[in-house]
């Protein structure tokens, strides 16, 4: 018995041997037959260079063998044709003095004199050197220093809100909530969306007394100059092409409302409200701002009054935080309400972008369908 283990250990080893050497023969003949290829490679590579070729690529791999084993010497040569590196950073200062031989230019300032007309370029570009990102943030910050951070004095509708409400950033902005209930697609975060508009549009309808409010605009001088289409797409009378606007609006909202007014035919006249004529046929509708541009407070209810004995739409400018505790426009019996909630937690941003309304009687809803092809 035991010569039998003896024997039956021998043969396991002696097979397990084999196994081996087969195993380095067959890697050694891959090696060999990669080497083969590559030698061949190589020698079209400098065939074509000699041709001259610049612009081929390629990688070349060298093999050593030594004692059944392996030592890879990789060799990447790259240029700017198919290089995703050299694409993006650009050619070098050698490649560049190059291509200027290859089209006869000595440097890119003669490549640049000869390219652009003389009448162009006057002076000779003064061109940064190049830097690191470290380096120009650092230029960045040294330039933004030198501004002067003064306080702003225009208003004109806008105002200094440095902080949203807590209760509002905390429940609203920051709950996640209001974008999605369970999983973050887009149809989740557009259900919550118009959930948030709905609400913001029902807020603004309360404290404004109006019965239909759109969902935002760009700016007040938009919603005068909608409010202005509105009112006389609402008569649609070619004699009712007269409107009329309070010297006492936002110069921005005025110059909005004119400049959308001409091409439309509509006479616009700035002026006193008191001194408005209301036996003017024409007149299609008024526009009036409480708190105004010099944040002087008005009671419009004996005025939009007049207006609406003698068929004339009335527009009025409000600030909605004043709404809060003043009389709203709506209790004033105002058409159309329009404004700007930036003083409800949004800064102001270098002057925008910033929430603004534009709010309509119910009996007046068939405006809204007009307001947007205008």
């Not at 508009?197 to 019965?211: E, F, G, K, P, V």
């Not at 058409?335 to 925008?352: I, M, N, T």
């Amino acid at each position: 018995m035991g010569y039998y283990y003896y024997f039956d250990y021998c043969l396991n080893l002696f097979l397990f041997l084999n196994y081996i050497l087969y195993l380095f023969l067959w890697i050694f003949n891959c090696e060999a037959q990669f080497f083969v290829q590559s030698k061949r490679k190589l020698t079209r590579v400098r065939e074509r260079e000699k041709e001259g070729d610049e612009h081929i690529s390629n990688i070349i791999m060298y093999r050593c063998f030594h004692h059944f084993s392996t030592l890879p010497l990789a060799f990447v040569r790259r240029t700017a044709a198919n290089s995703y590196v050299n694409r993006h950073i650009g050619p070098s200062a050698a490649e560049s003095i190059s291509m200027l031989r290859i089209i006869g230019k000595e440097s890119l300032s003669d490549l640049m004199t000869a390219a652009i007309p003389e009448n162009i370029l006057r002076s000779p570009l003064k061109e940064a050197p190049a830097m690191s990102e470290q380096d120009a943030l650092s230029l960045l910050h040294s330039l933004g220093s030198r501004n002067k951070v003064l306080k702003s004095m225009i208003g004109q509708g806008y105002d200094e809100s440095k902080l949203t409400p807590p209760v509002i950033l905390r429940n609203v902005i920051e709950n996640p909530a209001w974008h999605t209930p369970y999983t973050p697609f887009q149809a989740e975060i557009s259900q919550g969306r118009l959930e948030s508009l709905l609400n913001i549009q029902s807020m603004i309808i309360d404290l404004t007394a109006m019965d239909l409010a759109n969902a935002s605009l760009l700016d007040q001088a938009t919603a005068c100059a909608g409010a202005m289409c509105l009112a006389f797409h609402h008569g649609r009378k070619e004699r009712m092409t007269f409107f009329f606007v309070s010297r006492d609006v936002f110069p921005s909202c005025v110059e909005m409302v004119k400049t959308r007014a001409e091409p439309l035919k509509i006479k616009v006249v700035v002026g006193d409200p008191n001194l408005i004529d209301w036996s003017d046929s024409s007149l299609c509708g008024i526009l009036v701002q409480t708190p105004d541009a010099m944040w002087m407070l008005h009671d419009f209810t004996t005025l939009f009054e007049k207006a609406k004995q003698h068929g004339v739409v009335s527009c009025c400018g409000t600030d909605l935080m004043a709404s809060v505790l003043l009389k709203p426009p709506g209790e004033m019996g105002a058409d159309f309400v329009l404004g700007s909630a930036q003083r409800f937690g949004a800064p102001p941003g270098f002057g925008g972008l910033t929430p603004h309304f534009l709010l309509s009687r119910r009996n007046l809803s068939d405006s809204f369908r007009v307001a947007s092809l205008v």
